[in-house]
Every structure is written in C-alpha cells, then in structure tokens.
C-alpha cells in the first residue's frame, strides 16, 4: 500500500511541474493544426488526381 501512496505523490508532484496551455496559445496550435491537415490533404488529392489521369493516358 506504501508503494501505491508514493506513486500517487509522485504523480501529484509531477502534475505541478505540468505547464498548461493558455487559450490563446490553444488556439494558435490548433489552427496550425487544422491548417496543415486542410494542406495536406489538398496535397495529396491533387497529387492522386494527377496521377490518375496520367495513368489513364498511359492505359
């Protein structure tokens, strides 16, 4: 039961240590999130539908 105890201070103790974001810094890292996601997935529909239609052309 000791061990249990010291682990759950433990994981208090590292809690405190935790820096949280703010909500602005929340909302910049997620629009940076969103909007390399929205990139990407552009990307790479653009690059399949290239791909297919050079495909087709070739046969």
Excluded: H, P, Q
């Excluded at 940076?32 to 539908?49: E, N, Q």
């Amino acid at each position: 039961m000791k061990k249990v105890r010291r682990f759950f201070m433990g994981v208090k103790n590292e809690m405190g240590k935790v820096r949280w974001t703010n909500k602005k810094e929340l909302l910049k890292y997620s629009i940076a999130t969103l909007s390399c996601i929205v990139f990407f997935g552009l990307f790479f529909a653009v690059t399949d539908f290239v791909l297919a239609l050079i495909n087709t052309w070739i046969g």
